[in-house]
């Protein structure tokens, strides 16, 4: 088993849905939750970072860490055109330098 | 700041040929990480540097692969000989502190295509 585990779509959705994209996860030394944002042909770029449990909102975005469950999730409010694109989940440890990647979850937001 | 750029963009190559891939990091930057994407496998570290030294090499392949930083504005994975089953996406990515607090900056990538 891997130790990050992230469905790999494709979700497809219309314009202005609510989108939920979820990793699971099974080392519980991971402390470091973030999630990238992969466009066509492009490089990974960060698009928010939790540290430990709990939730974070910036904009229509909000990333939710239930470390009991070992389970993340990204939602998406009012998903735009613009949102289509591959989420990749990341996690690291306190020792850790290296970033633990899910597969990613392909999204498509349709007008 | 141009952000991090890698060379070429695409190389196509035939088997047992070598291949050499090129990464210029963010000016200040002391981290850096060479990963591979596929669909089946997903992002994979290969290996990484701080301050131009490799600390982690566990996720290179096999011997056909070799990373240097000579120096902290350049970086090279090579794969010689290279076979089809090294095709891929390859990116470079560079951070300050390491991927520990998260942000990673990486390249646009260059596509691999061994025949």
């Known amino acids: 088993q891997k130790e990050v585990e992230q469905d790999p779509g494709p979700l497809s959705v219309p314009e202005g849905a609510i989108v939920s994209l979820n990793c699971t996860y099974s080392n519980s030394a991971f402390q470091y939750f973030m999630w990238y944002r992969q466009y066509s042909r492009k490089g990974p770029e960060l698009l928010m970072y939790t540290y430990s449990s709990g939730n974070k909102e910036d904009g229509r975005f909000t990333a939710q860490v239930d470390k009991s469950s070992k389970y993340i999730s990204l939602f998406i409010r009012d998903s735009q055109p613009s949102d289509s694109a591959t989420y990749l989940c990341?996690?690291?440890?306190?020792?850790?330098?290296?970033?633990?990647f899910g597969k990613g979850t392909s999204l498509l937001v349709t007008p | 700041d141009a952000g991090v750029i890698q060379s070429p963009r695409h190389e196509v190559t035939e088997m047992g040929q070598e291949v050499t891939l090129r990464c210029k990091p963010i000016?200040?930057?002391?981290?850096l990480f060479w990963y591979r994407q596929t669909m089946m496998r997903g992002l994979e570290l290969l290996i990484y540097f701080n301050n131009n030294v490799p600390i982690d090499d566990s996720g290179m392949p096999e011997d056909r692969f070799s990373a240097k930083m000579p120096n902290a504005s350049f970086s090279t994975l090579k794969i010689q000989p290279s076979e089809p089953r090294d095709s891929a996406v390859y990116f470079c990515a560079s951070s300050t502190g390491g991927g520990q607090y998260g942000e990673l900056f990486f390249g646009s990538g260059t596509q691999l295509s061994v025949l």
């Open positions: 990341a996690l690291n440890s306190n020792s850790g330098y290296a970033l633990n």
């Open positions: 000016s200040g930057h002391d981290y």
